[in-house]
């Protein structure tokens, strides 16, 4: 696949995540030709707008979110605009990443299930925040969407010690949220979140986004980077 087409696919499978969290805290972003965009404040953590293709107008994009407040932020998939004359400003920049469907598959020691139920889903969610406090931010409504798959990762003792969440869309599967308690961290959780996702969805290329340390190990797993990416942030 031409990595343009991998990276408008990569964008659109994360606004589609982004879509989900986002109804799952009550909020209802729209679809456009140009980007998806959200009329109000999303959750922690998530854009309020995520560009589908190359080129978007700023002014146009600016005018379907609530840019009158700090806070605001804009998923840049191309890295091709500059928003500093409406306030913006750069908050980190990425590297779009993918592992094709044909990859070799990866063995992990670890058990894996999906988180389908309020429980197992809380119990995912408290790992996942490691006692940050914020365990409550993927609520049960998020059960309700298809297309989203909580991966957790069980020691022998049946704890959640790693995992990630996967959102299949038509061409692609996309990776984000990827932990591992202990030791290890990303390059601990890889092996059993790959292995579910090959078993899952043995068809689909893997995609994602990640940037500096966390880049070079997705890399080491199989992962190629495929493009930039930029959040901009409202101050």
Known sequence: MPK?????????????????MCRSHGVAGEFGLQAWAAPV???LYYPDA???????DPLALAARIDASSPGASVKDSFADLDLTGIGFQVLF????????????????????????????????ACAW?????NAGFFRPELLEDPATFVLAGHSPDGRVVA????SRSDQVVGISNVFALDTGGPD????????????????????GYEHGE?????KCHGFEPIGPLRIWLLN
């Open 163 to 166: 995992g990630a969440v996967a």
């Open 4 to 20: 343009q087409f991998l990276v408008r696919a990569a964008a659109r499978n994360n606004a589609e995540w982004c879509a989900a």
């Open 41 to 43: 404040r999303t959750p």
């Open 214 to 218: 966390d880049l070079e190990v997705a």
């Open 50 to 56: 995520v560009t589908l293709a190359p080129s978007s």
């Open 188 to 207: 601990a959780a890889w092996p059993v979140v790959l292995d579910a996702v090959h078993r899952l969805f043995p068809t689909l290329p893997v995609v």
């Open 129 to 133: 925040d490691d006692g940050d406090g």
């Open 93 to 124: 920049e990425a590297q779009w990443m993918y592992r094709p469907a044909g990859a070799p598959a990866i063995t992990s020691d670890l058990a894996w299930s999906v988180a389908d139920t309020p429980d197992t889903l809380h119990a995912w």
